[in-house]
């Protein structure tokens, strides 16, 4: 029976894909550099996002109006440069070929990617650059149930803990070294659980959920004890992640560079514990001082309606008669 052309193509890619795994070289730095690929899934994610970003950027300075470049350095170049290194570049190349790679990956792309977008503004950009009628839709999704739903913070909180859970102790993370639909899925779902955590507790743009300070540093603080106790669970479990394709790796050409596929299963449950405790901490002093530079600006605005009130008491008080001249 022949196979339909798609069909052809998609075995073809994938076979290319299977080829390329078994010459990589041993992961080094250099690696990070030299095993850059185009990634299409990325490369087109990354140019429509960022380019429909600069497009409002552009747009706001042709009619004179100011938008911060902090701004569009955070939401372009970390953010989104940030998700296209993380997934075309030496750690896209070596993602499903070592475990602890891929958690380098798993951890720019759950908290620096959403982090840099959240800071980018993209939300206040599309509502002050969008004509009428997208602009209403746009408000609706803001202001929609499923919106208000998905950004509540102790549910988001909820779906940020439990994905690497999820991910790491089911048959997901299995299908996605078998499925390369699967595995750019998973790329995008880490970068969305994270922005649905993230965004509310950055408040910069207009998004339901958002809670008060205190609240935004109590849950950031609660995810230190999870990313710790996930990834200590990982470092000292004997039994593999991903057992089949791991072994099956080191029984290739590759078996000569790769470390047992155990103490790579360690590493990366390290690099989970350090770099998520690392990435929260920043966070929560991003937090802190966004909560002091608030708490300034509200006392500036206190003592101005003081001053304001109490020279209009003056004011009042000189533009009364005397009392004496009444009688």
């Not at 809670?211 to 849950?219: E, Q, S, T």
């Not at 990366?268 to 998520?276: F, H, N, R, T, Y």
């Amino acid at each position: 029976m022949s196979s339909s052309p798609t069909f052809s193509l998609l075995t073809t890619i994938s076979a290319g894909a299977a080829g390329d795994a078994e010459v990589l070289p041993r992961f080094t730095l250099e690696s990070f550099f030299s095993e850059w690929s185009l990634a299409p899934f990325s490369f087109v994610v990354t140019v429509w996002v960022a380019g429909l970003y600069l497009l409002g950027v552009a747009q706001m300075r042709r009619r004179g109006d100011h938008w911060p470049i902090g701004r569009t350095i955070a939401f372009v170049v970390v953010g989104m440069g940030s998700f296209y290194v993380a997934t075309a570049s030496g750690l896209g190349a070596y993602d499903t070929t070592l475990l602890s790679v891929h958690m380098v990956q798993h951890m720019v792309l759950s908290m620096l990617v959403p982090l840099a977008l959240a800071l980018g503004a993209p939300v206040t950009l599309a509502l002050r650059t969008l004509p009428g009628t997208p602009r209403r839709w746009l408000l609706a999704v803001v202001h929609s149930r499923l919106a208000r739903v998905l950004s509540f913070p102790p549910l988001a909180f909820v779906l940020y803990v439990i994905s690497p859970w999820a991910l790491y102790f089911t048959g997901w993370y299995d299908a996605s070294l078998a499925s390369t639909y699967v595995h750019e899925m998973m790329h995008l779902h880490l970068v969305l659980v994270g922005a649905l955590f993230f965004w509310p507790l950055m408040g910069v743009d207009p998004v339901p959920g958002r809670v008060g300070y205190p609240a935004r540093m109590l849950l950031v603080a609660l995810t230190l004890p999870f990313h710790a106790f996930l990834g200590v669970t990982i470092m000292g479990q004997e039994e593999l992640i991903g057992a089949e394709h791991y072994q099956e790796l080191r029984e290739g050409p590759m078996a000569s560079w790769l470390p047992p596929a155990i103490d790579d299963q360690h590493l990366a449950g390290g690099i989970l514990w350090g770099s998520g405790d690392l990435i929260a901490l920043a966070f929560f002093g991003v937090l802190f001082v966004q909560w002091v530079r608030s708490s300034m600006k509200e006392a500036k605005r206190e003592d101005r309606r003081l001053d304001l009130l109490e020279a209009r008491a003056a004011r009042a008080a000189t533009a009364a008669p005397p009392e004496e001249s009444r009688r």
